[in-house]
């Protein structure tokens, strides 16, 4: 079953805390993305790898960090240094190329 | 930086009704992406433009690129229930980047 996997949906954690977010793919695709989704804000660009052991800061990278030490899985870490981590977080893929992204179902994130 | 401006930002409309949402670039588009949402999940993707004056079609849904490369219009016929969400358009950010950026969204509510 192809896909991209996001784990967990929903996740809690208190203030101050580090959070890793999960993201898996198994489509073979080179290019791996993160974006923060605010209410009216659209999605907005955190990192960006577009191949293994590499990785690019997007617009937003600041409190966050990534790895891609595996073609197939690029997580996330929200530290205690992102001021507002409350959001919606999705994880995206793509051949490489012209060509469309392809997104995971999302984890929200309710920092307490 | 390359910005994609939505309108309208939100949509309300009676089952059965056109609508139309428009997609507005300060620089020229190099791959213009139509997007899906429901609330809380991943994005879907419904078509991607390229061409100057290109116009793709799935189901009730049409987008159009202009001859400019600048705009691009959703146009959905009859709408039904099913066509509410979040639509976004994405778009390259120069030409051969293939780094995204995207509009903030167009909500459509569509009462039966």
């Known amino acids: 079953d192809g896909g991209i996997t996001q784990s967990p949906k929903y996740l809690f954690r208190k203030e101050g805390q580090n959070v890793t977010l999960s993201c898996e793919q198994n489509l073979n695709h080179d290019a791996m993305y993160w974006y923060r989704q605010d209410p009216g804000q659209g999605l907005r660009l955190i990192y960006y790898s577009q191949i293994v052991n590499d990785f690019q800061k997007g617009d937003i990278a600041e409190g966050y960090s990534v790895s891609r030490e595996k073609k197939e899985s690029f997580p996330l870490t929200v530290t205690s240094a992102q001021k507002n981590p409350t959001a919606f977080y999705l994880c995206a893929t793509s051949p490489g190329g012209p060509d469309t992204q392809y997104f995971g179902p999302g984890t929200r994130l309710t920092v307490l | 930086s390359q910005e994609l401006e939505q309108s309208p930002q939100s949509l309300i409309v009676q089952e059965g009704k056109n609508l139309t949402i428009n997609c507005t670039s300060s620089?020229?588009?190099?791959?213009l992406y139509w997007y899906k949402q429901k609330y809380g999940e991943g994005l879907i993707f419904l078509m991607m433009l390229q061409k100057g004056g290109e116009e793709k079609s799935h189901e009730k849904i049409t987008a159009k690129l202009d001859e400019k490369k600048q705009q691009s219009s959703l146009h959905i016929t009859a709408s039904q229930p099913s066509h509410a969400g979040i639509y976004l358009c994405?778009?390259?950010?120069?030409?051969?980047?293939?780094?995204?950026?995207f509009g903030r969204g167009t909500s459509l509510i569509v009462h039966p």
């Open positions: 620089k020229t588009l190099y791959g």
């Open positions: 994405g778009a390259d950010r120069s030409g051969g980047s293939y780094i995204p950026t």
